[in-house]
């Protein structure tokens, strides 16, 4: 009586094991919808490894942080390849996009960029152009190294070059 409840009892565990297993399976392969490009994954902290090109974007809420892998980091955020884990890190607090850590390309609002920093106001010698948040060079109100592309009064407008035949001799 013993053998056959035994054997009953094992063949239930196996099934409940199976079941679960088929379970672990689909999350890691990323048929649950949360572990799409995964390598290693949980149900309950998404990845923590992910495909060789991909990059790591862990998220946190609350408490609790949950991994997924992507393509691109999203805004905010910018990829570090690394030889063992590409990860997704976040900018720094004034910078809405950046390129790297130290490295702005754009700023949250209130601050103005200025060499790839975000400050609250722009250095002497700069002023703030209100619509790209940047700090440009007082002296031409332009961003450094683009030329003021307006004519100037003692250039003339009609640069065709004057062919006609001139008589020898002084030209007024």
């Known amino acids: 009586m013993r053998a056959p409840l035994c054997l009953l009892l094992l063949v239930a565990h196996a099934v409940d094991m199976l ?9 890691g ?8 490009g995964c390598v290693i994954c949980s149900e309950e902290n998404g990845c923590s490894t992910c495909q060789q090109r991909l990059f790591l974007l862990i998220r946190r809420e609350g408490i609790r942080q949950f991994g997924k892998c992507v393509h691109d980091c999203p805004p905010g955020y910018f990829g570090i390849r690394g030889q063992e884990v590409n990860r997704c890190k976040r900018c720094g607090a004034t910078c809405e996009s950046c390129f790297s850590q130290d490295f702005c390309i754009r700023c949250k609002r209130c601050f103005y960029l200025h060499k790839g920093k975000c400050l609250p106001t722009c250095p002497p010698g ?7 948040r940047e700090c440009q060079d007082r002296s031409t109100g332009q961003k450094k190294g683009r030329k003021d592309r307006r ?4 250039r003339p407008l009609d640069r065709r070059l004057d062919v006609r035949p001139h008589p ?3 030209q007024p």
């Open 168 to 170: 020898p001799g002084p």
């Open 29 to 36: 392969t990323g048929l649950g919808g949360n572990c799409t």
């Open 19 to 27: 079941a679960l297993n088929r379970r672990k399976k689909q999350v």
């Open 151 to 154: 004519p100037r009064k003692d």
């Open 126 to 132: 700069t002023s703030a152009h209100q619509h790209t």
